[in-house]
């Protein structure tokens, strides 16, 4: 069969086969479809690897951060701070709380917001700090918890791109913060579209519960298994974000190949530093001490005083046939933000780090046949 990523390196590709089909078609033929017994396994099994009490599954990362903010007490008008470099879902989700975005710069090496400049944006307003482990590095948990504590804020830590990386030796969500994960296909595992909160608090897990399906204070499961014979209650008013038992089937197998899926990462990313450390222009992913990345992504920097732009690096990438992409933008330039006067010297980093930097493919399953094509083409590039 043909597939959308035939004759060329893709930027990634999830690894799926027919265990996830004939997972998927015992649910259908089962006749329960919408969120059951497949979700609360499903749960269970990514709560027991992380670590952790409760995991909640929801229909995107997306919905698992506003439910997440919402039980933080985010109201109309509040504050929450986040990077600058990070994707729109992020902001969106800020949106849905009724929030107010404010955006602060990143740390030149990881990628990830910098702790050092979050005090001088807290204000009166401010409720969340929302941190987000960026291409799959943890940032530095302890220094944003301090931070937190000193002003009595909540830490969000999204680890969408995260699922399998590490903060000093434990799970990125194993940290006593609530963490969302995203089961899209470009993230570590997937369902299709799919999100997860992860918590140790039975409040915070039992009030996700109830939010992500209608606010009704019965799950449709208990009341099947009930008979109908009880009766749900509305203290809340929520919204429909469950997740399908199909999806929830798909995660299942998927979560029993992710020591694999891990494991070819690292490989793949260790052979990319080995291979490319002679290229003088580049500037290789930073790992700190503390973390154990997910290598969701592998993301290099052209140094400044290369001759090369990434432009032109992309274009002849892709025309060997392998799909790379620039690096994060800084969502303070973004059109949506447009009115809002935000000045790009305010944001030095991130708006350095989108010009120099671009993701080549990782991802389990390609080869090293492949992999030695893209070092040979980045090294022809660079070495002319
Ligand atoms: C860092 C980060 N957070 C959140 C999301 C949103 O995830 P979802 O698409 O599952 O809502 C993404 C998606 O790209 C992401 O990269």
Not at 159 to 184: D, P, R
Not at 289 to 310: G, L
Request: with cysteine; hydrophobic share 40%; aromatic share 10%.
């Amino acid at each position: 069969m043909s597939s959308l990523f035939d004759n060329q390196v893709p930027l990634m590709k999830p690894w799926l086969d027919e265990e996830e089909w004939y997972a998927m078609k015992d649910v259908i033929l089962s006749g329960w479809v919408s969120q059951g017994p497949k979700v609360k396994e499903f749960e269970q099994k990514v709560a027991a690897y992380i670590g952790v009490k409760h995991a909640v599954a929801m229909n995107a990362c997306t919905s698992a951060m506003h439910i997440a903010m919402k039980i933080a007490g985010v109201k109309y008008g509040d504050e929450v701070i986040v990077a600058d470099s990070t994707c729109m879902a992020n902001v969106n989700a800020i949106n849905m709380a009724g929030a107010v975005p404010v955006f602060v710069d990143i740390d030149p090496d990881t990628y990830n917001i910098d702790p050092k400049l979050i005090e001088a944006k807290i204000t009166s307003k401010t409720k969340v700090i929302m941190n987000i482990d960026q291409i799959g590095l943890s940032n530095d948990l302890d220094a944003l918890k301090a931070i937190c504590d000193k002003h009595n804020l909540t830490l969000l830590d999204d680890a969408a791109t995260a699922f399998g990386g590490k903060y000093k030796g434990k799970f990125l969500g194993n940290h006593n913060v609530m963490a969302t994960y995203s089961f899209h296909p470009r993230k570590m595992i997937t369902t299709g579209e799919g999100g997860m909160l992860v918590t140790d608090n039975d409040d915070i897990a039992e009030q996700a519960r109830i939010l992500r399906a209608t606010g009704a204070s019965v799950s449709d499961l208990d009341r099947h298994k009930a008979k109908g014979l009880i009766l749900q209650k509305y203290y809340d008013s929520g919204y429909n974000y469950r997740m399908t038992d199909m999806q929830a089937a798909m995660g299942i197998v998927q979560l029993t190949k992710i020591d694999a899926m891990l494991e070819q990462r690292k490989y793949q990313a260790e052979y990319y530093n080995q291979h490319l450390a002679a290229i003088s222009d580049l500037q290789l992913p930073f790992v700190p001490e503390y973390a154990d990345p997910a290598w969701s992504s592998y993301c290099i920097k052209i140094k400044p005083e290369s001759k090369k732009t990434v432009q032109e690096v992309l274009q002849t990438l892709a025309a060997a046939n392998i799909s790379a992409r620039f690096g994060i933008q800084p969502l303070h330039q973004e059109p949506y933000f447009e009115n809002q006067n935000y000045k790009d010297e305010d944001f030095p980093v991130s708006c350095t780090v989108a010009d120099q930097t671009f993701f080549v493919p990782i991802y389990p399953g390609m080869t090293e046949q492949q992999q030695q094509h893209i070092v040979q083409t980045l090294k022809q590039i660079f070495q002319s």
